[in-house]
């Protein structure tokens, strides 16, 4: 029921007690009485509430009213928790009809509040649901209250925002068109009177603040309406906005610049950032109408560039504007806007040069902010610096004037490296030469495999070993500690050049400044190392190798791994992800060598795990833990499975302790390590104590509530069939229950078909024979209500594993006493044109060859009438398309993962530890070659039954010559020859 308003204010207020109880008390009232229709109406009359004593119940009923919004307005179907915070119908248009005049009337703190849930609806029921919004909105562009047109401006640049970086399809182009054609004209018209009030309020900063917050916005509409192609409007009125951006460039007043102010970016900072931003979409897009105006914008912009401070306030502007540069000059098209050696040599020393030294808040990072620096500066990193776009500016001069800026880069590069040996005190200039190398000496890159192409005219190895190896080979590490991350990021980044040699003179220096007490260092260290152990070779038969093997590796792993622990068991650092994914590499790079270490390094790990489980904090960090966990019980447990019982010594107290304590970020990786070591159990071993008491908490309801915990659990339980099944006969209705839930979700099924499966594979069938009716009855049901091609291939990779285990009579005589002939029917309408459709591969393809082969020997119904006779041959040439098609992959039973290769890491759905894999498990080892087996059933029943079968499968594999020259082959290499 809702709650009354003076109530819901009382209740409001004390959600904001710093009283535990109290608040606990107060939230728990809330959720009792979102879902109640009315609810969501009287939190709205609250925020609107006028009376100043309410602020801060104003700001918590707006916080509620968004979250509600967030989490009720469009739930996920398949998540029983979301259904629960459902906004009620009831509510809906009455919600939408008064939010934005409400958020046209708050204070500016509430506005934001309302405007997110305008946006949070906006995602789900604009423009099909919501029709009047985008008309509220415009209406609102000639308020005199500038709070009121910012509000629905940033609204706006809210819900257009979707409109980038997705894929172009037909639903999109409608939104765009829609929004277009009442939004354009109003736009322009706005854009162009608050450029042209500018002059009007010069001595004004609180009207000019809002003019320039709303040109802002304003300019991020523009952006997000042009980004997919440039509108005919926009086109037919090009004169009128670059006009306007070549002003906002232009616009310079002393009233709105604090010259003490070094962080944050003042209003025409912002303003003009979002206009660079504009020309560098149309810059990249190469739009003819914008062509004419390039020269003007390139000067504007280079302009810019010569009065931007190195204080952070202007990095946005000095980053985007070195990018809008940097996308021209690469560019044939533009070359003349730069050619000539003096132009490239003013860049140089007025762009280049001064963007890549160090500056004071660098060095203030370096020390006392080390993660904010590592994020703007490493390699791998999204994060967009002035010295990374400045490189990427040096890299687009490459491309167009490759001799021209080698050369002039090359002069300054040796006359700042000459700087640093006469004064060695001038580290920043032999920094700034190492940069420029980067800069000019790449041609072709990846984050994950480093430098594959360089510059012909840069000797890389030389200029390595005459100028940074000479740096890691300092042994003081206090001595110019940013010149030695920058010498290890050098390593890093050019890592396929160097030599597995190289690498062994060079892995002592690395471990060496894993014990830099600079964050910045060891993790740079760390990284290299990490990135080291994945460089591939040439290898035979045109693979990849490892370029450093567990051989390589072995001489080093202790000193290593002293150091990368030493970091990891300091309570002082930050947990650093860095050095756990070197861990995890080192371990994986290292398997074949760890039985000597495996009980400290496991130490070491639980150790962290117990420190980080109280307050987890760094996902990628926590996810390269459970990994290196992972990749240690796979390297010993592979060798001798006896090693489980110490896994589960060492794991099990800490693994109870996350369960009981219910850390929701663990859970699913103590589920899958947990599944992980119960896999190596010895075969015969059983469960053992540990386990089987730990299974019956594991289908409480509420476990599989938690979408996160779906994928593990069922892959627990899984493990727990493969070991125990006879011990689990108890638990086979609690199962079941499992697995009923799980179908039911599109989200799930494919894990309630995993559940399914290994009961049928694993358990006796005495157990569970008497409920498949039951379970058939299930997917009947589904199959009817909701039949989707993946349920479709879910369930007859069922129907073939059943078949293959319990024969065709089975399989027609369960579906039979559901209804007579559903079975021929289901074969049919379903599973046949299922394989018509799309080909299985490896394990399912084998599975299904085998159940279709049964089908073909041992079902004499199909035989009875002309129907039956036809999907005989049906099946026939579904088996033999499976066979004879490249993409099964039938004698692989899984694909293989080259662990080096793969991308590793958190996953805020689910992550999946890499190497805790479950193993493919073939339900049919017996049958060593599908192929043949089907070759020689076929010869088998044509030879009991001359002259039977030879209409049919000529029938069958007519449909398609590839079928019938597939079959023959098949029966010569088989060995087979039908009568």
């Known amino acids: 029921m809702a709650l009354p308003v003076d109530q819901l204010r009382q209740v409001l207020s004390q959600s904001l007690s710093p009283d535990v109880t109290t608040r606990q008390n107060a939230e728990r009232a809330l959720l009792a009485s979102q879902t109640s229709p009315g609810h969501a109406l009287t939190v709205l009359r609250l925020i609107s509430s006028n009376d100043a004593a309410d602020g801060p119940v104003r700001q918590s009923a707006a916080v509620h009213f968004k979250n509600m919004v967030k989490k009720g307005w469009a739930p996920d179907p398949d998540d029983a928790d979301a259904k629960k915070f459902l906004v009620p119908t009831s509510d809906r248009d009455m919600i939408k009809n008064n939010l934005v005049e409400l958020m046209c009337t708050v204070p500016p703190q509430i506005q934001a509040q309302c405007s997110e849930s305008i946006s949070l ?304 005190s001038k580290w920043e200039m032999k920094d700034v030469a190492i940069h420029l190398m980067l800069g000019i000496a790449i041609r072709a890159e990846s984050a994950q495999f480093g430098v594959s192409q360089v510059n012909e005219g840069v000797n890389v190895m030389d200029f390595f070993s005459t100028h940074v190896y000479t740096e890691l080979q300092e042994t003081d590490m206090n001595v110019r500690p940013m010149l030695k991350a920058t010498s290890i990021k050098f390593v890093s980044i050019f890592r396929n050049q160097f030599s597995k040699e190289q690498f062994g003179g060079l892995l002592p220096l690395l471990i060496a400044h894993l014990g830099s007490p600079h964050v910045v260092v060891h993790t740079y260290a760390a990284s290299a190392i990490e990135k080291m152990l994945t460089s591939k070779v040439d290898g035979p038969n045109n693979t990849k190798v490892a370029k450093v093997g567990g051989a390589d590796l072995k001489p080093f792993l202790g000193n290593l791994f002293t150091a990368l622990f030493a970091i990891i068991d300091n309570l002082d650092l930050n947990e650093n992800e860095y050095v756990m994914k070197c861990i995890m590499r080192s371990l994986n790079v290292a398997k074949d060598d760890l039985l000597d270490v495996v009980s400290i390094v496991l130490e070491k790990l639980t150790s962290a795990l117990g420190v980080v489980a109280k307050n987890p904090k760094n996902p990628q960090y926590n996810h390269f833990l459970f990994e290196s966990i992972a990749v240690l019980i796979r390297a010993v447990c592979s060798k001798d499975s006896a090693h489980t019982s110490a896994f589960e010594h060492f794991l099990f107290p800490p693994f109870q302790t996350i369960l009981q304590m219910d850390v929701v970020e663990f859970t699913p990786y103590v589920f899958q390590l947990l599944a992980q070591i119960l896999e190596f159990r010895p075969e015969g071993a059983g469960l053992g104590d540990g386990y089987t008491s730990l299974f019956p908490p594991l289908l409480t309801p509420t476990l599989w509530e938690r979408k996160s915990n779906v994928p593990a659990l069922s892959r627990l339980i899984v493990a727990y069939l493969g070991k125990g099944a006879k011990d689990l006969v108890p638990h086979l209705m609690g199962m079941l229950g499992v697995f009923q839930k799980l179908v039911s979700s599109k989200a799930n099924e494919l894990f309630a078909f995993d559940l399914l499966r290994a009961i049928v594979m694993y358990m006796p069938q005495e157990a569970f024979m008497p409920r498949m009716k039951d379970i058939f009855q299930i997917l009947l049901m589904k199959l009817q209500h909701g039949k989707t091609p993946k349920f479709v291939g879910l369930v007859t990779h069922f129907f073939a594993l059943f078949v293959g285990k319990f024969g065709s009579q089975g399989y027609l005589d369960q579906l039979n006493q559901i209804q007579p002939g559903l079975g021929l029917m289901l074969l049919g309408q379903v599973w046949i044109p299922r394989l018509q459709s799309s080909s299985p591969t490896r394990l399912e393809a084998k599975t299904q060859v085998v159940g279709l082969t049964k089908l073909l020997c041992d079902t004499p119904a199909l035989l009875a009438d002309t129907n039956g006779q036809q999907i005989w041959s049906q099946i026939l040439a579904c088996a033999v398309k499976i066979v004879i098609s490249p993409d099964s992959h039938l004698t692989g039973v899984s694909a293989e993962d080259n662990d080096n290769d793969a991308e590793i890491g958190y996953d805020a759905s689910f992550s999946l530890l890499h190497f805790a894999k479950r193993p493919a498990v073939d339900p049919f080892p017996e049958v060593q070659d599908a192929g043949a087996s089907l070759a020689k059933s076929m010869q088998t029943i044509c030879a009991s039954h001359p002259g039977v079968f030879a209409p049919l499968i000529q029938q069958g594999l007519s449909v398609d010559p590839k079928l019938s020259a597939g079959f023959e082959s098949l029966c010569q290499k088989s060995g087979v020859y039908l009568a």
């Open 121 to 424: 609806i906006a995602s789900h029921d604009f423009p099909q649901k919501w029709d009047n919004l985008l008309p509220d909105l415009i209406s609102r562009f000639g308020n005199p209250n500038w709070a009121v047109v910012n509000g629905v401006l940033l609204t706006a640049n809210s819900l257009f925002k979707r409109f980038r970086y997705v894929q172009r399809s037909d639903a999109l182009y409608a939104d765009i068109l829609y929004v277009l054609q009442r939004i354009q004209e109003p736009l322009t018209q706005l854009f162009t009177t608050i450029t042209q009030q500018l002059d009007g309020y010069a001595n004004n900063i609180q009207e000019l603040t809002a003019r320039l917050e709303a040109l802002r916005s304003i300019n991020r509409i523009f952006y997000s309406l042009n980004y997919q192609d440039l509108p005919e409007y926009f086109e037919d009125h090009m004169k009128e906005w670059m006009m306007g951006f070549a002003k906002l460039l232009e616009y310079k007043n002393p009233i709105l610049v604090d010259e003490d102010e070094e962080l944050t970016p003042g209003p025409i900072d912002n303003v003009q950032v979002s206009v660079v931003q504009n020309l560098n979409l149309y810059g990249n897009k190469d739009e003819e109408p914008f062509l004419p105006y390039l020269p003007q914008f390139t000067t504007l912009v280079w302009n810019l560039l010569m009065t931007v401070t190195p204080h952070t306030k202007h990095d946005a502007l000095a980053t985007i504007s070195i990018r809008f540069l940097s996308s021209l000059i690469g560019k044939m098209m533009h070359r003349k806007l730069f050619e000539g050696e003096g132009t490239l040599r003013e860049i140089f020393g007025r762009i280049v040069i001064p963007n890549l030294t160090i500056r004071e808040i660098d060095q203030e990072r370096f020390e006392d902010d080390p993660a904010e620096f590592i994020l703007s500066d490493m390699e791998s990193s999204d994060t967009e610096s002035r010295r990374k776009c400045t490189q990427e500016l040096l890299r687009a001069m490459c491309r167009q004037f490759e001799q021209e800026t080698t050369t002039i880069c090359s002069e300054h590069v040796n006359q700042m490296l000459g700087q640093f040996a006469a004064d060695k």
